[in-house]
């Protein structure tokens, strides 16, 4: 296929209110030191994986990661096609052992020491389409007489009878979530996808500061009796507040290379990805604190030569507004160096640039200035993929 772009970077501004939207091992919030201060971060993991839950609704595949592809087996082979439970966990288990990848057997929850036959983790985690479970469940199907003779799984070192180049090649299967987002598997041979997207953290665009956040549980008896003081249940946790900035870019090229030349279906899994970022929000703490925002700008560039983070817009950060808030002089200072960084760099490699959002005044370094986020992504897949102008400017 003939494309005039390469790249597709886009760019939010996005204001989350009091949230913890991405925690670490201890449950604090998430921070990163940059331009000497300190900021609220979200790891490109996190709202990665909420992109993708988003991105699967919206073309309508999902994709699986787990160690636990046995067990999804068996479950599918009991409760949709009726085989007893202790022919579907063998198959399940050699299923799970028949691979390259290793594996270990679970253990027993109320005897750790000892391990469960049948009950198979892979050492890896696979990743492979939701549509793959059933691909390897008639596998199973196909092999039953050879299963119902079999040894159980009792330790690594047991073999399946199901073939192995057949069971990897479900492992290899892929769909538009793989292609797009990109798969490791070094264990099975040809199984690894080079991903088309390249997510960054999110980081506020001035300084922060963490929240403790002080709670008690009222024992609802205690409270009808009257009979005690004080509380059932008191803790802490961490939250804060802030203006994101929030960035990522696909390569055409790649995404290309990943699915064949299928233009309808390369400007479906853009436009699935680009919605599904500017839509997305991480979920933690979310029936706490309810933080369903949406971007207060998006910005879309369609470059030929290079991916552009503009994250270095906000080394410095910024300062609020004189009236308070930090969303508005986020969107201008974004604005104004987009139109610094490309003087610098050149616009030779620029093929289209725009943007939606909910600012009444132009920001002349954004582009085109779009209706709404749909008319945006139309406008820039429009150019990127056909190289001709569209629509949805206002």
């Known amino acids: 296929?003939?494309?005039?772009?390469?790249?597709?970077?886009?760019?939010?501004?996005?204001?989350?209110?009091?949230?913890?939207?991405?925690?670490?091992?201890?449950?604090?919030?998430?921070?990163?030191?940059?331009?000497?201060?300190?900021?609220?971060?979200?790891?490109?993991?996190?709202?990665?994986?909420?992109?993708?839950?988003?991105?699967?609704?919206?073309?309508?595949?999902?994709?699986?990661?787990?160690?636990?592809?046995?067990?999804?087996?068996?479950?599918?082979?009991?409760?949709?096609?009726?085989?007893?439970?202790?022919?579907?966990?063998?198959?399940?288990?050699?299923?799970?052992?028949?691979?390259?990848?290793?594996?270990?057997?679970?253990?027993?929850?109320?005897?750790?020491?000892?391990?469960?036959?049948?009950?198979?983790?892979?050492?890896?985690?696979?990743?492979?389409?939701?549509?793959?479970?059933?691909?390897?469940?008639?596998?199973?199907?196909?092999?039953?007489?050879?299963?119902?003779?079999?040894?159980?799984?009792?330790?690594?070192?047991?073999?399946?009878?199901?073939?192995?180049?057949?069971?990897?090649?479900?492992l290899r299967s892929r769909n538009g979530v793989i292609n797009l987002f990109g798969r490791m598997l070094a264990e099975v041979d040809n199984a690894g996808v080079d991903g088309a997207v390249q997510v960054a953290h999110a980081l506020t665009t001035h300084e922060t500061d963490v929240e403790l956040d002080y709670f008690s549980a009222v024992d609802d008896v205690t409270a009808t009796w009257g009979d005690q003081s004080g509380s059932g249940h008191m803790g802490h946790t961490e939250f804060s507040a802030g203006t994101f900035y929030r960035y990522a870019t696909i390569d055409l090229r790649d995404l290309t290379h990943n699915i064949g030349d299928n233009p309808a279906e390369l400007r479906e899994l853009t436009a699935a990805f680009l919605s599904a970022f500017i839509l997305s929000l991480p979920q933690a703490k979310k029936n706490a604190t309810a933080p369903h925002t949406i971007p207060d700008l998006a910005h879309i560039s369609v470059r030929t030569d290079r991916p552009l983070s503009y994250a270095a817009a906000f080394e410095s950060p910024v300062t609020a507004a004189g009236q308070g808030g930090y969303a508005g002089p986020s969107r201008t200072t974004l604005s104004t160096y987009a139109e610094e960084a490309n003087r610098l760099l050149g616009t030779s490699g620029i093929l289209h640039s725009g943007w939606a959002g909910i600012d009444a005044k132009d920001l002349d370094g954004l582009g085109i200035r779009h209706t709404g986020f749909d008319a945006l992504i139309d406008a820039a897949l429009t150019k990127a993929l056909t190289g001709r102008p569209a629509g949805g400017a206002a």
């Open 1 to 170: 296929m003939n494309m005039p772009a390469r790249f597709i970077d886009i760019h939010i501004i996005q204001s989350v209110p009091f949230a913890n939207l991405n925690r670490d091992d201890t449950n604090s919030v998430k921070t990163v030191q940059y331009g000497n201060v300190l900021r609220t971060r979200v790891s490109s993991q996190s709202w990665k994986r909420a992109v993708r839950s988003v991105f699967e609704e919206r073309i309508g595949q999902a994709a699986l990661r787990t160690r636990r592809i046995g067990e999804r087996v068996t479950h599918l082979l009991t409760q949709d096609r009726g085989w007893p439970l202790d022919l579907a966990q063998k198959a399940g288990a050699h299923t799970a052992a028949a691979s390259s990848i290793k594996f270990e057997l679970a253990k027993d929850p109320k005897d750790p020491k000892q391990a469960l036959a049948n009950k198979v983790l892979t050492n890896a985690m696979v990743y492979v389409p939701e549509t793959a479970v059933a691909a390897l469940a008639d596998l199973a199907e196909t092999h039953r007489e050879a299963l119902e003779a079999a040894k159980d799984i009792k330790k690594p070192a047991d073999k399946s009878v199901l073939p192995a180049d057949k069971v990897e090649a479900v």
